[in-house]
Each structure stands twice: as structure tokens, then as C-alpha cells.
């Protein structure tokens, strides 16, 4: 009996981890689907017109899918071999969290839209279509902003001194009879402002309040491009450091995970060191 249960849980972790088999793939291809179709299910719910002819089905649709889901997450902590490390795994905790907003909609009004959490799950879609070679990619932006966040802070800092600034200076200016009634509404504008995005809510009405706004606006422009310039910098440093040298004819410019050099077409030795 135990031997045949082994066989099963065996047999469970095969078809629902791994993606090598017919049976895999094809698990791993449903899921995705499912998952789409759960978080269309949750958009469409909350349009009010289809809300109101619809919501019968929908309600129904939410519940088949979170059962679904449900039985798939017992089937993953049953048939895995490290249930303790599976269930505190990032998937894991994914996993949970896509199925628990229909719970507890039964007591909470309105948390069952939280289920729009389920696409963080189309993560695995890197591991079903063989993907995990742009994960490397992904490693260089996250070195790259990890190594630049000192300079982003000072960044934000001084931005935040900026508008601080800029949107007291506006408060006097302007004052409460032009919509500017507090410190902290003025440093709102000054930031709709600053980041370009200019809502229009609020809008000096003086010569010297417009004169202002003009001054924000230009320095707007500039203030985007540092971040930008900062992050750009750390990506070509982090890309050159991943660079690997051709000992035959010297080119620097072979990718980390290349097996020949792209201007000789030389092997490259397991031991040429990285740039």
C-alpha cells in the first residue's frame, strides 16, 4: 500500500512539476489557460452592465476555477517531496494567494477582484516554452539596479526636497483662493507637475504662479532623464562585466553564455576570463 502510494505521489510530481513529458506539458498548457480564463472571468466581472446580465455565471465561473486551483495546490503539497519547502517557495505562496481572495469574499465584500493575482502565475510560462535562458537578462537589470540604488536615493531625495520646495513656494504664491488651500495640496501639483504628467485639477492663475509652473515643467524634462542615465550606465557596466575574452584573437565582445567567438569563430576555453 505504501509502495502504490509512493508510485502515485510519484507519478502526481511528474505530471504537475515537471514539463519534460507529453503529460507535463500538456498540464502545465491547460493551467496557463485556466489561469487567463480565471482573471478574464474577474474583468468582466467588474463591468457593470455585464456584472448585472451575467453575474450568475460569473459567479460560478470564479467558483469552478478556484476549486480547480484549489485541488491543484492539495495535489502539489501532497505529491511533493519538500511539502515545508513548496508551500513557503515563491509559487507557493502564489499559489495560495490566487485562491484565497474567493474565500474570503464570503466574509469580506470585494475581495474576490483580489484574484487578479492569479497571472503572476503565467511566471511559469518561462519554465513550459524553455525561456529560462532570458532569465539571465532579468539578472542583469536586478545587479544593475541593485548597484545603482544608492544613487537613485540621493536621487529621490533630492527630489523630494524639490518639490517640497516648489510647492510651498506655489502656496504663497497662489494661495487658497486659487485652489492652492494647503502646503500639501500645492506639493500634489508640484509633483503632477515635475513628472509631466499635469492632471490639470489644480492651475496657478497669476503671472507669477504661471511663471513658476513654466520653470517646474522645463526642469521636469531634466529630472526624468538622471534616473534613466543612471540606470543605463550600471546596465553597460554589469554587460561589459559579463563579457568573455577569445584567447585566440582577442575579441571582448563574446556573450557570457557563448561557446565560439562571434569574430573568429575559435572555441572559447572554459577558463578565458570574464571582463
Known sequence: MEVMDRKTRQRIYIIIFG?????????DILLLIFILLSV?????????????????????AEWFFTVLFTLEYLLR?????????????????????????TYLSLFFIGYKY???????????????????????????????????????????????????????????????????????RSIYWAIVTLTTVGYGDIAPQTIGGQALASLVMILGYAIIAVPTGIITVELTRQ???????????????????????????????????SL
Not at 514539463?19 to 498540464?27: I, M, P, R, V, W
Not at 506655489?170 to 486659487?178: C, D, F, K, S, V
Not at 553564455?257 to 569563430?265: L, N, S, V
Request: glycine fraction near 6%; proline fraction near 3%; aromatic fraction near 12%.
Open 114 to 184: 483580489l484574484m487578479v493575482i492569479r497571472i503572476i502565475r503565467l511566471l511559469r510560462v518561462f519554465r513550459i516554452l524553455k525561456l529560462v535562458q532570458f532569465l539571465g537578462a532579468s539578472k542583469v537589470l536586478m545587479q544593475s539596479l541593485k548597484a545603482s540604488r544608492f544613487k537613485i536615493f540621493v536621487f529621490l531625495e533630492v527630489v523630494l526636497t524639490l518639490v517640497v520646495i516648489l510647492g510651498s513656494m506655489m502656496y504663497l504664491i497662489e494661495g487658497p483662493e486659487n485652489g492652492f488651500d494647503s502646503i500639501p
Open 239 to 273: 554587460r561589459s562585466n559579463t563579457r568573455i575574452a577569445c584567447t585566440s584573437c582577442g575579441n571582448i565582445d563574446n556573450d557570457e553564455d557563448a561557446q565560439y567567438c562571434k569574430q573568429c569563430g575559435s572555441q572559447l576555453e572554459e577558463n578565458s576570463k
Open 40 to 60: 478574464l472571468t474577474v474583468m468582466l466581472d467588474s463591468v457593470p452592465a455585464l456584472h448585472r446580465n451575467w453575474q450568475y455565471w460569473f459567479i460560478r
Open 77 to 101: 503539497i501532497y505529491s511533493s517531496p519538500d511539502k515545508r519547502g513548496y508551500i513557503f517557495s515563491f509559487y507557493g505562496i502564489i499559489d495560495l494567494l490566487s485562491i484565497l481572495p
Open 19 to 27: 514539463s519534460n513529458t507529453k503529460a507535463g506539458k500538456l498540464f
